[in-house]
């Protein structure tokens, strides 16, 4: 009886004779069988992948909803709010007027809390969404005026920045932080020497004869220069009267105080344009009374952001597969 694997010699002799006389079949057949494996391996590794992907994003869910769940409870206690605003005040920038406005909308709305903390570090910037910021402020505390506001500076808090604070009722800061910069600037460059230099004719047709007001590639004129010189100081004297009416009297007699010029905290302090040294924990706890500090600037939507992510790399997972495949 012939069991698996027993072959009559002769067969046996047959079978290496046409192996050795056939060689690029065995190769054929040792490449298909390799990229076969090499193709399983690589679907079981990518199947991870995916598995950790879900699994990440399902934790992601979990966290999201499990701090949001945390700072809905923190509201129905007594508590300080607070209003970050951080970086270049713009429309298209996160601090800018609707993001901020809503946050300072809540925390008046919210009777539990006892005030509120500006939390500024800011260079400046829009004097309009900083205008929209101190009036909303103005008209808030009219609606509850018992609500203090509280502007606490950090690193810096500098033009636009400061057209906010100075909506506060109390402005603290560091004594190293940098504040002041009461002032309005417009910047540009000229490019008329280099046209000249590298041939080129500027061609530029208006309907108007201002239209071509302050262009970079042509002579300054002096009717531009005055008439730029009147806008910029009819915004500035919008900031100083800003300033003004919500310093009054602590502000010193000092000619440079609307210059434009900056200070430290400790040098700001005797000129009137912060009430005293101190960071956002100290106004909660010391002033206003409420240690605990809930945060009222409104976020980003983390879990779209995520999900975006998480599609982007789905994708690019897919392609990588693809090219796998093909390779």
Not at 22 to 41: G, S, Y
Request: charged share 20%; glycine share 8%; net charge negative.
């Amino acid at each position: 009886m012939t069991s698996f694997g027993d072959f009559p010699p002769e067969n046996n002799r047959n079978t290496s004779s046409q192996a050795d006389d056939n060689p690029w079949e065995r190769k054929v057949l040792q490449d298909l069988a390799f990229a076969a494996i090499k193709e399983q391996r690589a679907s079981r590794r990518w199947s991870y992948v995916f598995k950790g992907l879900v699994l990440l994003y399902l934790v992601a869910i979990f966290i999201v909803a499990m701090s949001g769940n945390t700072e809905i409870q923190s509201h129905t206690q007594a508590h300080t709010a607070l209003v970050d605003i951080n970086g270049v005040i713009a429309a298209d920038a996160d601090a800018n007027a609707d993001t901020i406005v809503t946050g300072i909308r809540d925390a008046f709305d919210n009777e539990q809390a006892q005030g509120l903390i500006l939390r500024l570090n800011t260079p400046g910037g829009s004097p309009v969404q900083a205008g929209i910021i101190n009036d909303e402020i103005k008209r808030l505390k009219q609606t509850r005026p018992n609500f203090p506001v509280y502007a606490v500076i950090q690193d810096v808090c500098a033009s636009g920045g400061y057209y906010i604070a100075a909506s506060a009722n109390e402005i603290y800061a560091d004594k190293a932080s940098i504040v002041g910069s009461i002032g309005v600037r417009m910047d540009s460059f000229g490019f008329t020497d280099v046209i000249e230099k590298i041939g080129v004719e500027r061609r530029s047709l208006t309907a108007g004869e201002n239209k071509a007001f302050l262009d970079p590639f042509l002579p300054m004129k002096e009717h531009d220069i005055q008439h730029a010189k009147s806008m910029l100081n009819n915004i500035h004297q919008q900031f100083i009267d800003v300033v003004k009416a919500g310093r009054g009297d602590k502000l010193a007699d000092d000619p440079d105080l609307f210059s434009g010029l900056f200070w430290s905290g400790e040098q700001a302090l005797p000129l009137g344009l912060i009430d005293g040294l101190a960071n956002s924990s100290t106004v909660a706890r010391e002033i206003i009374g409420a240690e605990t500090i809930v945060d009222y600037t409104p976020q980003p939507n983390y879990l779209d952001r995520f999900a975006g992510r998480f599609g982007t790399s789905i994708g690019q997972a897919i392609t990588q597969l693809s090219t796998l495949k093909v390779q």
